[in-house]
């Protein structure tokens, strides 16, 4: 045996305890997937230290094991009716400060508030402790509260694709600008685009709804109890994708998307930009997103010009040599960070 075999790797006693009651909160869902079964069951095993950390909080509910042949000493918590206020104390006692958020019969640990966010340019997936997960575009930010009875989310800006794991009991509600999309499980798109926001539905039903009270300046945890007056629904089902555009607080679009459509709006989760007859400052403004080069069209009359294409996010240049080469466009660098297109020469 090396004298590496013999090293025991210690772990913080309150990390252990905050992972352990993580997955208390990922089990406590209406439908628990195989592999967070497993998952659970394979943290267990990294070592001594994290099947004790589960056996003690386990030991502080009534009831155990309620998922027994699944995985090992696993925690139903929905079914725990005592021993919450031993559970809180042996928390408070190891200093924990959890980053999710647990409800179990009356159980109401403290909610806590991320921001995530993406620079120009980038992307980026954030997995939630309830099971959803949110996929951030370029240059975008969410704010995320959840707390006992509500998942409360606030897009701050850019574009983000949800996917909301199923629980009646804790709604998820995303805010932007004065309007609120509300779902249980589903799937969709919110974009803001200057007064604008767009909601594609691409799995199941939301709600939107209007708040008529400055949201700028309202936390999170004080949005949710402002009245509000509900618009439309907006879902999806049998092939069928619909959008909804809404802007100061009123619906001014709510339309079928064809097949095709929905692919070009939301390739930007495979990293690409497609153009299927879009005018040439649409397609300007929507690859702008993704860069810091400015691109200005100097001649009117290019606006009226149809583009199609693909093109993968933040690559510039090809686009340029798709315009000036199948488009007729003059492209003039004026610097590093500055194009200007103009007609033909």
Same mark, same amino acid.
């Given at each position: ?9 210690l ?5 252990l305890?905050a992972?352990a ?5 990922? %089990? ?7 592999a ?13 230290q ?11 509910? @009534?009831?155990?094991d309620?998922?027994a042949?699944?995985?090992?000493a696993?925690?139903?918590?929905r079914?725990?009716?005592?021993g919450?206020? $031993?559970w ?27 921001v ?11 997995n ?11 240059? @975008?930010?969410v704010?995320?509260?959840y707390?006992?009875?509500? $998942? ?20 998820? @509600?995303v ?5 609120v ?10 974009r803001?685009?200057?007064d ?21 300046s ?7 109890a ?14 069928a ?6 802007? $100061? ?8 998307l ?6 070009r709006? %939301? ?7 497609v ?15 993704y ?23 933040g ?27 103009s007609?033909a020469?």
């Amino acid at each position: 045996m090396s004298d590496r075999d013999n090293i025991i790797r210690l772990v913080d006693p309150a990390t252990l305890e905050a992972q352990a009651a993580g997955w208390i909160a990922r %089990l406590d869902r209406d439908r628990v997937s195989e592999a967070d079964l497993a998952g659970f069951a394979a943290w267990k095993a990294l070592s001594p230290q994290h099947r004790l950390a589960a056996d003690r909080l386990a030991g502080l509910w @009534s009831e155990l094991d309620s998922l027994a042949g699944r995985a090992p000493a696993i925690v139903n918590p929905r079914t725990a009716a005592v021993g919450t206020n $031993r559970w809180i104390a042996g928390l408070a006692a190891a200093g924990v400060i959890l980053t999710g958020l647990v409800a179990v019969s009356g159980l109401q640990l403290l909610p806590r508030t991320e921001v995530y966010d993406t620079a120009v340019g980038g992307q980026r997936t954030v997995n939630l402790d309830d099971g959803s997960s949110i996929q951030l575009n370029t240059n @975008s930010k969410v704010e995320v509260r959840y707390s006992a009875r509500a $998942r409360d989310l606030r897009l701050l800006r850019g574009e983000a694709f949800f996917e909301v794991a199923p629980n009646r009991k804790r709604p998820f @509600s995303v805010y932007a600008r004065q309007d609120v999309v509300r779902a249980v499980g589903t799937a969709f798109v919110v974009r803001l685009s200057g007064d604008r926001v767009e909601v594609t539905v691409t799995k199941g039903k939301v709600e939107l709804a209007s708040i008529e009270h400055p949201l700028a300046s309202t936390s999170l945890d004080r949005v949710a109890a402002l009245p509000r007056r509900t618009l439309t629904t907006v879902s999806a089902g049998q092939g069928a994708t619909e959008l909804a555009v809404l802007e $100061r607080a009123t619906l001014i679009e709510h339309v079928d998307l064809a097949p095709p459509e929905v692919s070009r709006k %939301l390739a930007w989760r495979q990293g690409m930009l497609v153009f299927n007859g879009e005018n040439l400052p649409s397609v300007v403004a929507d690859v702008s997103r993704y860069t810091d080069v400015r691109i200005e069209i100097a001649d009117p009359a290019l606006n009226s010009l149809k583009i199609g294409g693909y093109f993968k996010v933040g690559e510039v240049d090809p686009m340029l040599e798709a315009l000036e080469s199948g488009f007729g466009v003059h492209v003039e660098r004026l610097d590093d960070k500055h194009v200007r297109l103009s007609g033909a020469l």
